[in-house]
């Protein structure tokens, strides 16, 4: 890590599909590759590492993952936190209305100074292109902030990921 | 074993002071840190496991991420309650 490691935020399905699902074949999974590589680092909160801890540990999920108990879980959480900044405090400053229950990740975003917000949700990408108000003043707060799915976050990286 | 590497100015210097600080030559101090570095298992190997039991599990990416969503939703809704 440099003192300029740009910064991502990782919305909850993106590191629940790299701890869960194997990478294709000899692929690995580009978010991690970035992190495991120093090319980037995460950026963590409290809520959105209670978020994890509770997607991670809900009884339905440990049903068809049994490796997920307590213990390995903060085992998977505490090695994540490695590869993480942590903002203690992030103020609310930016609002979907639509979906209020993503405004910490772009809070998170924000405070962070991040340089890209990773997801798969397609009404979180939509922003990229939206003349809507909120994307006007999400540019606005953040704007060197790029919203990629985990793919276009390896093109943007160029990350080799065989 | 001996191993050389190149390390930054800033870093060197960061080192030196830490190693002072703790009583020890910067080559031993060096040599601890890098052992506690590689002492515990990747993410990727704590991450094995999990994988595995995905495979065994029988379901589809899409299934999986589908559940994924309404757990997600599930955790926020008690969250928020």
């Known amino acids: ?162 | 074993m001996d191993v050389v590497i190149s390390i930054p100015k800033r870093v060197v210097a960061k080192l030196r002071r830490r190693a002072k600080a703790s009583g020890q030559p910067v080559p031993a101090y060096a040599s601890k840190i890098v052992e506690q570095a590689v002492k515990g298992p990747t993410l990727e190997e704590l991450l094995s496991p999990v994988q595995a039991d995905f495979v065994r599990s029988g379901m589809t990416e899409k299934q999986f991420l589908d559940l994924g969503r309404k757990l997600l939703d599930k955790v926020r809704a008690e969250k928020k309650a």
């Not at chain 1, 998170?108 to 979180?124: D, F, G, K, N, Q």
């Open chain 1, 1 to 162: 890590m440099t003192p300029s490691t740009p910064r991502a935020v990782y919305d909850a399905m993106v590191i629940l599909q790299w701890a869960a699902l194997p990478p294709e074949g000899s692929r690995r999974h580009a978010t991690v590759i970035a992190l495991s590589t120093g090319r980037l680092r995460l950026a963590m909160s409290q809520r959105l590492l209670d978020e994890l801890r509770g997607l991670l540990l809900r009884p339905e999920l440990r049903a068809r993952l049994p490796s997920l108990t307590p213990q390995h879980v903060a085992a998977i959480l505490k090695k994540a936190l490695e590869f993480s900044d942590w903002f203690g405090s992030v103020p609310s400053r930016f609002s979907l209305p639509l979906h209020p229950k993503d405004d910490h990740l772009f809070d998170l975003a924000i405070e962070s100074h991040a340089s890209y917000l990773v997801t798969w949700e397609t009404r979180l990408l939509k922003l990229r292109e939206s003349h809507a108000a909120e994307a006007k003043h999400l540019r606005h707060l953040a704007p060197k902030l790029v919203i990629h799915t985990p793919r276009e976050l390896a093109e943007a990286l160029k990350l080799k990921t065989l």
